[in-house]
């Protein structure tokens, strides 16, 4: 019989920056009982009701790197959020420890603060890069294929949400179209 994994379950991680000189796009942050993380091309709010981690009110203003989340999330079952590490079991219970990341930004509070509350405008017309779109779905609970998203103008962040999951928001960037 095998154990309910109790860990991280979207794939935040690759919604994450991968740039040598942008550290801090590079880590995943939680704050507020949510978790927030950027490439500078898109963002994703999501609560951390969605991820099944032991005590994941330990982790408000912490941050972790992409890649250490994504090896937490592919390797082990069990996971509890300390103080100031996480606290990891494999199947094996073989445990592991992970420090927090330190970081000199509020990535977090960047992410709030892009996400738009203008109304909703119509537009004729905007240009996605599809890659960076896919890296954002890879990121967010998706039921069905079904995304919403709310165009605030050609040149502003589109929300993306999915009606099935609450709790979560993307940030797309349009990109520019030229003739």
């Known amino acids: 019989m ?76 069990t996971v509890t959020a300390k103080e100031d590490h996480f606290e990891c079991f494999d199947k094996y219970n073989n445990k592991a420890t992970f420090p927090y990341t330190s970081s000199t930004m509020d990535i977090a509070e960047m992410i ?21 779109l896919n890296n954002l779905c890879k990121g967010l609970l998706i039921r069905d294929g079904a995304l919403k998203m709310k165009f605030f103008g050609s040149n502003k962040g589109i929300l993306i949400t999915c009606p099935a999951y609450e709790d979560q928001t993307g940030l797309l960037m349009p990109i520019m179209i030229t003739d």
């Open 2 to 77: 095998s154990k309910v994994k109790q860990n991280f379950t979207t794939n935040a991680h690759k919604v994450a920056g991968t740039y040598e000189y942008r550290p801090d796009l590079c880590n995943i942050y939680f704050k507020d009982d949510h978790l927030y993380v950027t490439n500078a091309h898109v963002a994703l709010k999501q609560h951390l009701k969605h991820h099944n981690i032991i005590d994941w009110q330990h982790l408000n203003g912490k941050a972790i790197h992409y890649q250490i989340f994504a090896f937490i999330k592919n390797r082990f079952i």
């Open 112 to 132: 709030e603060n892009a996400i738009p509350k203008d109304p909703v405008k119509e537009i004729s017309q905007i240009g996605l890069n599809h890659h960076v």
